[in-house]
């Protein structure tokens, strides 16, 4: 039995397992490189210093929440019984560790920026840590699943309202965009292992939604907590004014309403049935390639660029 058979059996009512003829999808590792400009970290979102906080405040989490869910993965990985989904987990470990090794970089840039973002980003791994070290085995998966549920659904908001980024620095808006669509891309690989390796029945469902509910009160809390702080010690911020509080409030909460509007869609996920791709968004997928070839040439001429830079022949 294929895993699109077996989860057609399974999610009966309403439910479309995944596109394509073979119900799931294949994520593919894309080895991409991003140079966003070092000096534009502060204001690089068209909305402003503060809207510029919020998403930077959001690529703290990625590192060391990564980092967690490949582990968390790798210690299911042997147990996988279908082929193509442990090609899917391999895939989803280079995903994850490219972003990974992105955000890195992006982080960097606010500590030279004087933002505190090794000091939060600390913070986020101690906390993992302590999931890793202190809760059963599936806790890990457990708090993937439903991380991935939300960077699923934040990546999916913004490629459906490309406004989110428009007229953002086009470095920052590419590599945003490219983890949007991957997130989208591989939104289901944890859920499938979950399902094959946790189970299907009401004592897994238990367990996935009480995961929910942690995850829920602990990251969003922990986002706000962060922005504040990250707020407070940019430049950039203090200039613009508290009104920037303002329009980050009304771009979640108002118009587009980033979060407002996926409250009906993070709800679903209590649905007993649920699976990931009964969201189905995969036409974003397609265009990766056009995106990829992009970054790959903005990289080259960034590279170019800052070697000019060095050998003063480039003004
Ligand atoms: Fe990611
Ligand atoms: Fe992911």
């Known amino acids: 039995m294929t895993a699109a058979t077996a989860d057609k059996e399974h999610h009966t009512e309403d439910s479309i397992p995944g596109p394509g003829e073979e119900g799931m999808v294949m994520p593919e590792r894309r080895d991409l490189h991003f140079l966003p400009p070092r000096e534009r970290i502060q204001d690089w979102h068209a909305r402003g210093a503060h809207m510029t906080q919020f998403m930077n405040t959001l690529s703290l989490f990625f590192p060391a929440g990564e980092r967690m869910f490949i582990d968390a993965l790798r210690a299911y990985r042997d147990q996988i019984p279908d082929p193509d989904l442990k090609k899917a987990a391999t895939a989803f470990i280079g995903q994850e560790a490219m972003h990974s090794r992105e955000h890195i970089e992006y982080n960097k840039l606010m500590d030279e920026a004087g933002l505190p973002a090794e000091k939060l980003d600390a913070f986020v791994w101690s906390l993992l840590d302590f999931i890793k070290e202190r809760t059963p085995k599936s806790m890990p998966l457990n708090a993937t699943i439903a991380l991935e549920h939300f960077t699923a659904l934040m ?113 679903e996920y209590l649905k007993y049935s649920f699976h990931p791709w009964q969201q189905n968004n995969s036409h974003h997928i397609a265009h990766l390639s056009e995106l990829a070839e992009e970054a790959e040439e903005a990289y080259q001429q960034a590279l170019a660029d800052s070697k000019g830079h060095h050998q003063h022949t480039h003004h």
């Open 155 to 267: 990546g999916g908001f913004i490629l459906d309202h490309p406004e989110v980024l428009e007229g953002s620095q086009e470095d920052y808006r590419r590599m945003w965009e490219w983890h949007a669509m991957e997130e989208v891309e591989h939104k289901a690989v944890c859920f499938d292992v979950w399902e094959k390796c946790i189970g299907r029945g009401p004592t897994a469902y238990l367990q996935r939604a009480f995961g929910m509910g942690i995850a829920t009160a602990v990251f969003w809390p922990l986002v706000v907590a962060f922005y504040f702080q990250m707020v407070s010690q940019s430049e950039a911020c203090r200039k613009e004014g508290w009104r920037g509080h303002l329009t980050v409030l009304n771009t979640l909460l108002g118009k587009p309403g980033v979060l407002r509007r996926q409250i009906p869609e993070w709800l």
